[in-house]
């Protein structure tokens, strides 16, 4: 009997009991900061879930995919503010991040901006074992198509949150298609 190496992946994952997580940022280019991140468990608890106010105002376009304004993160701690606790939670369990080279990168800009040293982090990227899982192949990459979390959810027939593009929702929505790739 042959097994499923994305299913194997996916449990070993787990049982691991990793952390997930997720952010919202101003931006995705090379002085985009985050603006939002959430750090839940391995049964979906939130360990860190709140907005961040970043160095640069949040552009319009920003906004517009997941509605943060400067105005809802005018009194949210900075960065700094929460440093020492966000370094522990991303180095104290196994990380997993829909996306995670984004996602670290940008926890990198947004330490950068704040003068702050990062720890080493790894992370699995749920995205990519996604990728391998759904199947589909992209010649022009030479490898699986990667697919939106919103189009994953969709493939897998998860519950799509009404507030999807927020960080504790899409890291949740991370957890939960781990859980189903697990399940074969």
């Given at each position: 009997m042959q097994t499923d190496p994305t299913r194997?992946?996916?449990l070993r994952w787990l049982a691991a009991r990793p952390v997930f997580l997720d952010t919202e940022t101003t931006g995705l280019g090379p002085?985009?900061?985050i603006c939002e991140i959430a750090v839940i468990d391995h049964d979906g608890r939130a360990l860190l879930?709140?907005?961040?106010?970043?160095?640069?105002?949040?552009?319009r376009e920003a906004t517009d995919v997941h509605g943060i304004a400067d105005a809802d993160v005018a009194e949210a701690p900075t960065l700094p503010d929460l440093w020492e606790q966000l370094a522990f939670l991303l180095t104290v369990k196994p990380l997993v991040i829909y996306n995670a080279d984004y996602d670290l990168r940008l926890i990198h800009q947004s330490a950068a901006a704040w003068d702050l040293t990062v720890p080493e982090l790894r992370a699995a990227?749920?995205?990519k074992l996604y990728a391998r899982f759904y199947g589909e192949w992209n010649d022009t990459r030479g490898g699986y198509r990667w697919q939106r979390l919103?189009?994953?959810a969709r493939q897998c027939a998860l519950p799509i949150p009404m507030n999807l593009h927020r960080a504790a929702a899409d890291a949740e929505l991370t957890r939960l298609l781990l859980h189903h790739m697990a399940e074969g």
């Open positions: 194997d992946v996916a002085e985009a900061e879930d709140t907005l961040l106010k970043p160095c640069r105002a949040i552009p990227c749920a995205m919103i189009d994953a």
